[in-house]
């Protein structure tokens, strides 16, 4: 095997200095029932360089990628440019191969990007503070949902039925083992029905802009938390948040999302990266890695550190603040470098023309019929169709086209909406060819 | 660490000019808007670094030169199973027809995909010797946390839920696994090693005796932290079983025994793997982590959505599923890595899938008894993957703690080893060389190490001062503590700026 490097002398050589015969005697503690033969699983066989690559390449050929198709389908996984530079940046073997940063003295390069990473967030949230990066947006949710749980000492959150329906998929597992209520808060025509008063919410949940692409009204939000006494939590698109107010501005206490827009492959959803962003009063109470800025013990030199670690896993055991143990920091170096390859005018100027593409298909669509049943909204919108979505959508994808996502599966009501994203990577051709198809398809 | 000739780390915020931007972003050609009439409020600030492209790949790149990877050198933190990644992976999983996947395109779309996750079910269940694996969960923590929800799902099922509470685990345990059982909602009862570093029989006979049928679960690692097999594991799986609990494995330690021997086979109902230990998808400074878990058949109905398996010969997502304990991710789970571990398994194959733990227990027990006249072993037993040895002799006699040598490590150019886990051995020194380290870098490793300890007799100072490289000295972790500071603040003119530093502080 290539990837182990010992010759038969070495072998020889490492036995005699361990004393022992041969390699199995190093396993006599193995009952012998218990050890397999060599070569015994029913697995395939080994394939050699060029023909795995091949293998791979002829599994990955039969998947539509969308390379083959037109994207108009976002609903949390984004197809955004991916700038070269992040791909260079992140295959580095000295970001890609190295652990978690034990040892800061060997690790200042990830512990500056990860600092640099907190900040950035923290700024395009609004928020005073970051984490180091949850596993993903959904989980990120749920965990700050669940943290709310603690800071209140309360058993019940309240979720907007406009946060994505994965996301509280994931939220009502989580609170299912944790023994927390958890209540869903109706939308209409795309946006949250305002909160009714309950002295028992530990938290109210919006997403920002929400699973139908429409803007939240966050300062009612906001006001509904401060009369109950609950946190509040926002899921947010990072994107957005070059245009749009940010939730912190808002006064969210707690800010989540998932980072895969900025620089991360869409990948089928995973790796993705979390993001968590609170109020600075919260630090000691948010789950996962933080970065801390240092300086060294016999001098003067700064240095970073994984800092406040008394709240984890590995040292209050049951008592931690949750069981994440790991973060997901080669994404969010992804982030890192996406955010300042693009930097302030950048991400504005990524964000400023998915609001223009997402108006200008808006008023093409109106010009065959098709009406937008959400406005205010960022770069994702819902349409009503005269006919079954999963059906228009089988007959565009046919033509090319990923249409979008039919909402039919996730919400009650006639299996016809049908919710379409643009981002800055759609261009006024592939709109205008999405919008004659669907005339055709249509008639 | 070795020493570089990269300039001072300044902070990307401190190379920005207002106007730069580093990409050559796409052009919009739809009609412009009117962003306020449309979004409401927009924003105005906007601290963003603002830098060229050729500013910012220096600014990587030199950082990089400040960090230590297995690309660097040898990286033997122990329980993190620092191998190769193999170049091939990193190829397959960047193919557009993986990476460019849309998670909500119709599942007809992606027959490729749904082949790469169940090969990897599939050979994963040979190996470890289960009836089925999810590979929905995001890190070996979550997995974890998935296991026990299945274990409690399946007590709910059974009218036992409320009567069940209590999660057994031992003191040599991996922090995650309380931190997981209290996240299903149980209390947690620790059992203790023996002298041997076995789990404590007689202890575990009095503990079930007593409050046997208010057991959910034993969370066992095996082979345990100590780096060793755990000889009664049969037993012990049969114990827990007749007083009406589950066991799962903690299966950090897999590398142990790929190919060589399954968990499945020993008696345990569940367990987490590590794709990126045991099967090389990279850990990327500490994530994405990979998780995927193993079960018996009758966890099956409880399995998180969606369930990857074949009908009628076809590889179908399955949704309806009415017993799930739901969802634990996004979608489903760490894709990309599931091609690289696809592709690393195919690598092995059938053939050569056991010289994963023939070498990786090679190399440990060569490290262990190489160091044995300087570094004692915690036990005097063969090791499994990572061998455990202990500094204690060094504290009492000279003040050097582990630390202090790991520390000194960096100076002769390795990562150091882990220390003081698991927390019952004093002065703890655990080293993972895994399999693809070759047996001149094991010997430059220890001689490096036997060269410390010798210095630890003679100059204790060289060890408390250590690491003494250009870039930075030893840290002040408690500093970082004391005055918490998390983020780059702009300007400290910045009255609202100035105000929130203090506060973090």
Known sequence: MPYIPHTEADVAEMLAVIGVSSIDDLFCEIPANLQLQPGSLDIPKALDEPKLYAHLL?????????????????????????????????????????????????????????????????????????????????????????????????????????VHPHYRQVLDTYCWSMDIEVQTAPSTKGVTVPFVDDKEAACYIVQYPNFFGSIEDLAAVREACDKNGSTMIVVTDPVACALLKPPGHFGADIVVGEGQPMGVPMGLGGPGVGLFACKKELIRFIPGRIVGKTKEVHGDKPGYVMTLRTREQDIRREKATSNICTNEALMALANTVYMIALGKNGMRSVAESSVRNAQYMISELEKIGIGAMTNKVFCEFVVGLPKDAEWVCSAMLSKGILAGLPLGKYYDGPPNTLLICTTELRTKDQIDTYVSALKEVLA | MRQTTVPEPKLIFEKSRAGRVGCNLPKCDTPSVDLGKILGETREDLHLPEV????????????????????????????????????????????????????????ETIPGALEILHGVQSILCQVTGFDYITLQPLAGAHGEMTCLMLVRAYFESRGEGQKRKIVLVPDSAHGTNPASAARCGYDVKSIPTDAEGNTNLAVLTQVLEEIGDQVAALMLTNPSTLGLFEPNIEKICKMIHDAGGQVFCDGANMNAMVGTTRPGDHGFDCMHLNLHKTFSTPHGGGGPGCGAIGLQKHLEPFLPKPVIRTENGKIIADEDRPKSIGRVAGFYGQFLMEVRAYTYLMAYGKENMHRISKFAVLNANYVRARLKDVLPPAHDRPCMHECILTAEKYKKEKGVRALDISKRLIDYGFHPATNYFPLIVPECFMIEPTETENKETLDEFCDALIAICHEAETEPELLHNAPSTKIVGRLDETLAVKQLDVRWIPGAENKEYTRLRQAIQ
């Open chain 2, 52 to 107: 060229g492209e050729l500013d910012m790949l220096r600014h990587f790149t030199n950082l990089s030169h400040i960090n230590y990877g297995i690309e660097t050198g040898f990286y033997p933190l122990g329980s993190c199973t620092m191998k190769y990644n193999p170049k091939i992976n990193e190829m397959t999983a960047r193919m557009t027809g993986f990476a460019n996947l849309h998670p909500l395109q119709p599942v």
């Open chain 1, 58 to 162: 002829e599994i990955a050929s039969k998947n539509v990628d969308l390379s083959k198709v037109t994207c108009f389908l976002g609903a949390g996984i984004y197809d955004r440019y991916i700038p070269a530079s992040v791909g260079a940046v992140i295959s580095r073997g000295e970001f890609l191969t190295a652990y978690t940063p034990y040892q800061p003295e060997a690790s200042q390069g990830y512990l500056q990007a990860i600092y640099e990473f907190q900040t950035m967030v923290a700024e395009l949230y609004g928020c005073d503070i970051a984490n180091a990066s949850m596993y993903d947006g959904a989980t990120s949710m749920a965990e700050a949902a669940i943290m709310s749980t603690s800071l209140n000492k309360r058993q019940k959150v309240v979720v907007s039925a406009g």
